[in-house]
Structures are given as structure tokens and as C-alpha cells.
């Protein structure tokens, strides 16, 4: 909750009513709406509403969005829905769910913000998109399921905007089984630049296909081991997990 108020609010806004908030209320006893008036002080904005949604209200959104570009319009197509329970006691989340898109002249970032069981984003391309990150910081809480390309989804998991996209990415990735997801997958376990918790769940993902390419990137990876101790734990589990206990074993002592 304090990560979608300051995406909603802007740094500026939110740490200036986080300090007077604090000031004002320290050593006192305090209710939410103490701290939901200060953040309206310092950004002009009524919070209310956001309050009352993401405070009071139980539950979140489950959203499920997929993702079709045409190349003669050169339009991407964005639909989207709430599949959770929505009635007159629980209506449809009011959320922010900004998309990301990467062409080859770069990336560009739009709005999205709905507050129906369903909507749907037109966006006019420059060009086929290399891929499309939806919420890719995580404005609004979630589950999400997605619906797009192989391709996109891969490029995505590769060099998405932030580490949340790509772990998403990663995350659809799972059911795809081959040898060009296998790659991919590979090449960002591996990646020094990487963060620790996607490059594990690369590895974790790798070893769930149970498959020749998936074994073969594995024992790639033991010849050269990481520099991250979790990292290196993972891989060993992975390899126990296929089935060579042994090669793991050594692996670790020699390691």
C-alpha cells in the first residue's frame, strides 16, 4: 500500500507528508486517517477513496490481460478483467495499471487507469513491439495472468523495465518448455548483472521443465560456478532435483 501511494503520488509528495507525518504525530498514538490527511496536505490529492479501497476493503484485484498487436493498424490491443467475485457489496477495484511497450525506436510508457470489471487500451505503434510490460512497477496489487506472445514474453525476461516485469516474465515462461525459452532462461541465471532472486528463479524454472535442454543448461552452468552463495544453492538443488545427487554432491565440494 505505501508503494502504490507513492507511485500515485511522486517521491516529492509522498516523503513530504511521510516527515510531516512523523513530526507532527511522533511519540502519539495515531490512526490511519492521521497519515492518509498529511500525505493530502503535502500532494493537493483526496486519498480517501484510495483508502478506503486498499485499507479498509479485503482482498485485491485478480486481473488477467492479454495483449494482440496488428500489424496493418500497427495497434496493440490491450483487454483486461477482474475475475474476482464482483457484486454490489464487493464492485470491481478502481486501478492504475500502466503499460510499458518497447518498439524499435525505443520504449514508451502509457497510462492505464479503470475501474470496471473490464477495459480495453488501444495504442497507435511506431512499429511491432519487442515486448509489453503491464504494470511493470507494481502501482497496483495484484494477481495478475497474462496473455501475449512467447516472443514478447522472453524479451521481456531478458531486459524488462524493472526486476518485477521481469520476474512476472519469468513466471509465464514456465510453461513454455523449449529450447529458445531454456536460452533465455540460462543467459539471465548466468548474468553477473542480474538480480539474485530472478536469476534463481531462472534456475528453479529450468529445472520444473525436466527436460534435455533444461539438463543440458544445467550442467553448463555447474562447470562455472556463481559468485552468489543463494544463487549456488539453487543450482545444486536443481541438479539434485533431476535426479543426480551424486553430481550435485561433488559439485559442492568442489565448490
Not at 485478480?62 to 475475475?83: E, F, G, H, P
Amino acid at each position: 500500500i505505501l508503494h502504490m501511494l507513492r507511485e500515485r503520488l511522486g517521491d516529492e509528495s509522498f516523503f513530504k507528508g511521510v516527515r510531516a507525518y512523523f513530526e507532527k504525530y511522533k511519540f502519539d498514538v495515531v490512526e490511519t486517517d492521521d497519515f492518509r490527511k498529511e500525505l493530502e496536505a503535502a500532494s493537493g490529492l483526496g486519498l480517501e477513496g484510495f483508502f478506503d479501497q486498499w485499507c479498509m476493503r479485503p482482498g485485491c484485484p485478480n486481473i488477467s490481460v492479454k495483449a494482440v498487436y496488428d500489424t496493418a493498424s500497427r495497434t496493440l490491443t490491450l483487454s483486461a478483467d477482474q475475475t474476482q467475485k464482483i457484486d454490489e457489496r464487493t464492485p470491481a477495484f478502481a486501478v492504475a495499471t500502466p503499460v510499458v511497450v518497447k518498439t524499435g525506436e525505443g520504449m514508451k510508457t502509457f497510462d492505464w487507469s479503470w475501474r470496471t470489471k473490464s477495459d480495453t487500451l488501444e495504442l497507435k505503434l511506431d512499429g511491432p513491439p519487442e515486448w509489453v510490460a503491464f504494470d511493470p512497477r507494481l502501482a497496483t496489487l495484484k494477481t495478475l495472468k497474462q496473455d501475449m506472445p512467447v516472443e514478447w514474453m522472453r524479451a521481456l525476461a531478458k531486459d524488462g523495465p524493472t526486476t518485477a516485469s521481469r520476474r512476472q516474465a519469468v513466471q509465464f515462461l514456465r510453461c513454455n518448455a523449449t529450447p529458445d525459452t531454456v536460452a533465455v532462461l540460462e543467459a539471465i541465471a548466468t548474468d553477473p548483472a542480474a538480480r539474485r532472486r530472478l536469476r534463481q528463479e531462472c534456475v528453479d524454472a529450468i529445472a520444473d521443465f525436466q527436460c534435455d535442454a533444461g539438463r543440458a543448461a544445467l550442467a553448463r552452468m555447474m562447470e562455472k560456478p556463481t559468485e552468489l552463495p543463494r544463487v549456488h544453492a539453487s543450482l545444486c538443488s536443481a541438479v539434485t532435483q533431476l535426479g543426480d545427487k551424486p553430481k550435485a554432491i561433488a559439485w559442492l565440494a568442489r565448490t
